[in-house]
Structures are given as structure tokens and as C-alpha cells.
């Protein structure tokens, strides 16, 4: 086992694959907390088809770093989102199920009409599932990766007493003078980074589960928001460490043996807070 | 009780002298998961400078791709995890012996590199079936 694991890191993809996938965990249990306690789980969802269908526009117009596309795209539906949540007309969750399977139709429309692989099924698979793509990456999305981790956390620490604030009570923020509006616009523009970064470690389909197990496990284990999102960081990076290690000795696909590791992570929190009670 | 002995010591040394083992290679697709197998097929075919000169074995399928009326491709292809995604490597045998039609096969070879069309691809010589 010791011998396969040395062989293994012998190779720089496995190293990208690993730091990539502890820095991926790392950003998306930050919001996790703030996500599951506004009720905005289901926007990680969304953006997940829309970061599909705008990495299927990148497929097919050959572009050699598909984040570039990727990126934009579910930054604008982010916020499109959020404004059509605002909008009486349209109620926040119509605006995010027709922006989501709107994307996803598209997407998967593009890909068969103009698609040039061969591999259509292969390409459609391993983008909703992430099979293997945190170990295919390029240098250039590892930097990418790496470089837009850091700012997601360096804007975390820097506002985390506002997100605080917006998380909890929006009129008690808003009486506060704080600008609301913009954080939840800085809210969601995140998430939508957060979701491009994901896609590749466990696939658009099984996006929410990476942000939101680690969060709800936490939530079994401690109380206080501070103590939440600390635990919830710690286990999103063990289980995705564990994950990733598993489905490379193993042979499993990578994203599903993540969220399969977070799943039973929840189990185990769950039967923690049942019979041993909840932390301060 | 003598015999049993002679026959641990055979079995020792055959373990720890590599005696009846197939050739030690750089890169050995046959003892990785999978997982690893795909990934490091597909890092071969997109980044192949890294790979150059290295011995490699790998087992796979055998598949022919004809391009021309004379000219054909051999490859090895390996599947993900998921089994929804193939790669595969291009692989030109010392004795010309290829099997007769798609079978299952291990290959050990040197990793080389082509100029296709302005892109380089990656390829197998002085190949050999096992």
C-alpha cells in the first residue's frame, strides 16, 4: 500500500489533483455555512447547470482554458439569480429552476449539434460527474485555482463579520447601515466562483452535496457560527483528501467518492450529536 | 522438510532478485487503479515532452484505426473509472506481429513523440506484446 501511494505521488498530476482538491474543499465549506443558514442551498445548484452549459459553449468553441468562459458566465447568472429573487414577478426559485435547466438544456443541445469529439457521451459524463478531472488538469488551471483560493479566503477573513451579520438578521444588518444588497451581491458572485472551481473536483451534478454535507455535519457538531464554519472547513478538507485518496487507490470516480466520504461524514456527525449532544 | 525449505528459499529469492518478473519499466499502468490509469493515459496524450524516452507497460484493448489503404494506427485504449471516457496510445511492435483482431493486450514500449499536423503526439516504439 506504502509503495503504491510513494508511486503514486511521484506524479506532479496527483500532487495538482490533491492541492487543488483540499484548496476546492477549503473555499466552498467557508460559504457553505452562510449558503445552508440564508436557505440558498439551492443556488449552488443552479449555477452548477449554468457553469454546464457555459463549459459546453467552451467545449465547442475549442478554447484551450474553458474557465475563462465558464467563469464570466456563471458570475452574471449569479447575480441575475440574485436580482430575480428581489423581483416580485419572478420568485427566487422559478428564476433559479429556469435559469438552471434553461442552461442545461442549452448546453447539452450545443455539444450534440456542433460537438467535434467522438466522445460525446465520455465529455457529458465526465463534466456532470468529474470522473477524473481534478487529475487532468492543466498548470494553467491549477494556478488559476490556486490563485482565486486565496482571494476567496483573503475576502472571507476580510468581510467576515458583515457575511456574519447578512447571514443571521438582514434587517438588523440593514438598521446596522450596512449595504446588504452588496454582500449578498458579493455573496453570490463568490458562489458562483466557488461552483467553476468545484465542477472540476466532483462535477456540476454533485456540487451542492460538496458544499452543503460539510456544513450540516458541522451544524450537528457545534453551535456558534465561528465554531460551524471552523469544523465545517476541517471536514470538507479530510473528506476531500480522504476522497481523492480513496478513488486513486481504489479506482472509483472521483467527484461521487468525495460527496460518498462527505455523506457518511454527516452519518456519523448525526449519530455524534443523537447519542454524545451538541458542543457550545 | 528439506525440500520445503529448498523450495522457501527458491521462492525468497525469486521475490527479492525480480527473477520470473516481467521487466521493470518506468512507468507500469498494470499496478495502478483505474482511476490512475486513465489520468496518466490522458497526461501521456495531452502532455507527451514530460513523458519522452520513458519505458512504459499497459494493458488495454486492442484497437485498429486505418487511415489510409496501407496505412494503419494500433493502439492500446484504457477507460475511466465511470467507463464513459477512453484514451489510448499508439504503439508500433519490433516484429510487426499484431493480433489478428480487437482482443484484450500488454504492451511494453518507449514513449516517443511524433509532429502531426503541427501537434506533437505521443506513441509507443520498439513495442512488445507480453
New interface residues.
Given amino acids: 500500500m506504502l509503495e ?1 501511494i510513494t ?2 505521488l511521484e ?1 506532479p ?2 500532487i495538482n489533483a490533491l492541492i487543488v482538491g483540499v484548496l476546492i474543499a477549503l473555499c466552498s465549506s467557508l460559504l457553505g455555512v452562510t449558503l445552508v443558514l440564508k436557505r440558498f442551498s439551492l443556488i449552488g445548484d443552479g449555477l452548477a447547470h449554468v457553469a454546464f452549459g457555459a463549459l459546453c459553449v467552451a467545449t465547442v468553441l475549442h478554447m484551450a482554458n474553458k474557465m475563462l468562459l465558464t467563469l464570466p458566465i456563471t458570475v452574471i447568472c449569479a447575480i441575475l439569480i440574485l436580482r430575480g429573487g428581489q423581483n416580485a414577478k419572478i420568485r427566487g426559485d422559478a428564476v433559479i429552476a429556469m435559469i438552471s435547466v434553461g442552461s442545461l438544456a442549452f448546453g447539452y443541445l450545443i455539444m450534440n449539434v456542433f460537438a467535434s469529439s467522438a ?1 460525446l ?3 457529458v ?2 463534466t456532470l ?1 468529474g ?2 478531472s481534478i ?2 488538469l ?1 498548470e494553467q488551471e491549477v494556478w488559476l485555482s490556486v490563485i482565486l483560493s486565496i482571494l476567496m479566503v483573503a475576502a472571507f477573513v476580510l468581510f467576515y463579520n458583515k457575511i456574519f451579520a447578512v447571514t443571521f438578521d438582514e434587517d438588523f444588518a440593514r438598521a446596522a447601515r450596512l449595504n446588504v444588497d452588496f454582500y449578498n451581491l458579493m455573496i453570490s458572485i463568490v458562489i458562483a466562483i466557488i461552483i467553476v472551481l468545484s465542477m472540476n473536483l466532483v462535477g456540476s451534478l454533485l456540487i451542492s452535496a460538496f458544499i452543503i454535507f460539510p456544513a450540516l455535519s458541522a451544524m450537528k457538531l457545534f453551535k456558534t457560527f465561528r465554531a460551524v464554519t471552523i469544523c465545517s472547513v476541517i471536514l470538507s478538507v479530510v473528506c476531500a483528501f480522504i476522497g481523492i485518496a480513496i ?8 467527484g461521487s467518492t468525495i460527496v460518498a466520504v462527505d455523506a457518511l461524514t454527516f452519518g456519523l456527525c448525526f449519530a455524534v450529536n443523537k447519542f454524545g449532544g451538541v458542543a457550545a | 522438510m528439506r525440500k520445503f525449505f529448498a523450495a522457501m528459499i527458491v521462492c525468497t529469492m525469486i521475490m527479492f532478485t525480480g527473477i520470473g518478473r516481467a521487466a521493470a519499466v518506468d512507468i507500469d499502468l498494470t ?6 490509469i ?3 493515459v ?2 501521456i496524450v ?1 502532455t507527451p515532452k514530460n513523458f519522452v524516452g520513458k519505458t512504459m507497460r499497459m494493458h488495454g484493448e486492442y484497437t485498429i484505426y486505418p487511415i489510409t489503404d496501407t496505412e494503419t494506427i494500433h493502439a492500446c485504449l484504457v477507460r ?3 467507463g ?3 484514451q489510448g496510445i499508439e504503439f508500433r511492435l519490433i516484429n510487426g506481429n499484431y493480433p489478428s483482431g480487437t482482443c484484450d493486450i500488454t504492451v511494453v514500449g518507449t514513449l516517443a513523440i511524433m509532429n502531426v499536423d503541427g501537434k506533437d503526439v505521443c506513441y509507443m516504439i520498439n513495442a512488445s506484446l507480453e
Avoid at chain 1, 247 to 254: A, D, M, N
Fill in positions: 503504491t508511486m503514486y506524479y498530476f496527483v466522445n457521451s465520455g465529455d459524463c465526465s460527474f470522473s477524473t487529475l487532468t492543466t478513488s486513486i487507490l481504489g479506482g472509483t470516480p472521483v | 499496478k495502478m487503479s483505474s482511476t490512475m486513465y489520468s496518466t490522458f497526461n495531452t475511466d473509472a465511470a464513459c471516457c477512453s
